[in-house]
């Protein structure tokens, strides 16, 4: 499971965020990039040691200051279940086709020997 594609599954639910410094971060995720900067929502902001907060309506925490994130259990389940049923289609998608596409003999696509103009293998003057 990779931690982008765990983010974009966490999009609009409740996370919590520790940053490098010791501040967590209470809030909705709402936006996330490839550098893991996130955007949260109905922020709770709590300082290191733990006796002052602030209440913000958003705010934005660059991806290198992240310490660690504390996602719902729900949302990795959501994660399990869209990797599993990709397995699968991907799995049915391929069931059946060889290496890949139409049989021919000689195989790569019936590039050799006797085709279908007769010319022999590299080529040559038509």
């Not at 059946?96 to 596409?101: D, E």
Request: hydrophobic content about 25%.
């Amino acid at each position: 499971m990779l931690p982008l594609s765990l983010l974009k599954t966490a999009q609009n639910h409740p996370m919590l965020v520790e940053l490098k410094n010791g501040e967590t971060y209470n809030g909705h995720l709402e936006a996330c990039d490839n550098w893991m900067n996130i955007k949260l929502r109905d922020v709770i902001c709590t300082s290191r040691d733990g006796d002052r907060f602030w209440r913000m309506p958003e705010c934005y925490i660059r991806g290198s200051t992240i310490k660690y994130l504390r996602i719902p259990d729900e949302v990795i389940d959501m994660v399990k279940e869209d990797i599993v049923s990709k397995q699968r289609t991907k799995q049915q998608g391929t069931r059946g086709r060889g290496r890949g596409g139409p049989v021919h003999r000689g195989g790569f696509g019936s590039r050799g020997r006797g085709g279908p103009d007769k010319r022999g293998g590299r080529g040559g003057p038509r």
